[in-house]
């Protein structure tokens, strides 16, 4: 297994009014100095869109390009146009740069935020049947697109988005194609979900493509979801950990990949929102996070 960092480590998210963006110079720099061996995207604009610019910025840190976090609007069919020509634009993006995986997830609205932790069982807030077989359809249709340019696509469940319990996992994995659509078993969003990384990781060994490897405050966890706040929030109260520093058992999941022989990326991931989330020390917490794996795995 190869160890990446993502710039969501460093506070780089999409969302807007996420938090203080540090330059991306210096976010490389600390990747490269913590021993990480590649990074993914980061969100639009955050690294260099020129592409000679961009591989000379990896290049004379020795990091390599892994991949991108691209969110679909699969509750909205009447956006299916401009969803596949945005994966498309960053897949090709990823070919042109040596990158392996797209990494595709559901985009999310005030409806899903609302449920973040506590997606009801009976599906009441999920999408419905026509819901489902719009987004196997179009996860599928941009995977394919993505195989041709040489990309594998690996589906990440993420808290507050239309994929994110244990029984939504379930339904995508169960209507997308195999061969096309993998797992991006993120660990820390799996639990966020109320789910349970390695046994996700044992029950889909085959469709695991890509890792994000993440840890969570239990305890704040359950804090957070009973007081009904969003996940922005939960972010902002320090919710995800430095690697073994949170309650999953990281350990065990990467026990179970190795077994099943997963040999691809492990990203390394801290969601934190600069000047918000109390304690985040990127630099800090990046050679912490990148010590575990070491001693997890010797990698």
């Known amino acids: 297994m190869k160890v990446a960092a993502a710039p969501i480590s ?20 600390e990747m490269a100095a913590s021993g990480y061996a590649g990074t993914e995207l980061g969100p639009p604009g955050f690294l260099p869109g020129d592409r000679r610019t961009l591989r000379a910025a990896l290049d004379t840190r020795r990091l390599s390009l892994v991949g991108a976090f691209h969110p679909v609007p699969l509750h909205d069919p009447d956006r299916r146009r401009e969803a596949t020509s945005a994966a498309l634009a960053t897949a090709r993006l990823l070919a042109e740069l040596g990158a392996t995986v797209l990494v595709l997830a559901a985009d999310g609205d005030q409806r899903r935020d609302a449920v973040a932790g506590r997606v009801p069982a009976d599906g009441s807030a999920s999408l419905d049947d026509d819901g489902w077989q719009y987004a ?11 195989a041709e340019l040489g990309l594998e696509t690996a589906f990440h469940p993420h808290a507050a988005s239309y994929v994110e319990a244990p029984h939504e996992i379930e339904r995508l994995l169960g209507g997308t194609d195999p061969r096309l659509v993998g797992l991006c078993l993120d660990t820390g969003h799996v639990g966020y979900g109320g789910g ?9 060994a085959t469709r695991v493509r890509h890792v994000h ?3 969570l405050r239990r305890a ?31 350990r065990g999941t990467l026990d179970v990949l190795r077994g099943a022989g997963y040999d691809g990326w492990l990203v390394v991931e801290q969601d934190v929102r600069l000047g918000i989330t109390p304690g985040a020390a990127p630099l800090h917490h990046a050679h912490q996070s990148r010590t575990f794996v070491r ?3 010797g990698a």
């Open 295 to 297: 001693d997890a795995i």
């Open 196 to 204: 349970d990384p390695a046994a996700l990781a044992r029950a889909h």
């Open 136 to 146: 196997w359809t179009l996860v599928d249709r941009i995977a394919r697109n993505a």
């Open 213 to 215: 490897l993440k840890d």
């Open 10 to 29: 460093w506070g780089a998210c999409e969302i807007p009014g996420w938090g203080e963006l540090l330059p991306y110079e210096r976010v490389l720099d």
């Open 220 to 250: 704040l966890h359950a804090n957070v979801v009973a007081r009904g706040s969003g996940f922005r929030d939960a972010v902002g109260k320090g919710v995800f950990a430095p690697l073994g520093d949170g309650d999953l058992d990281l």
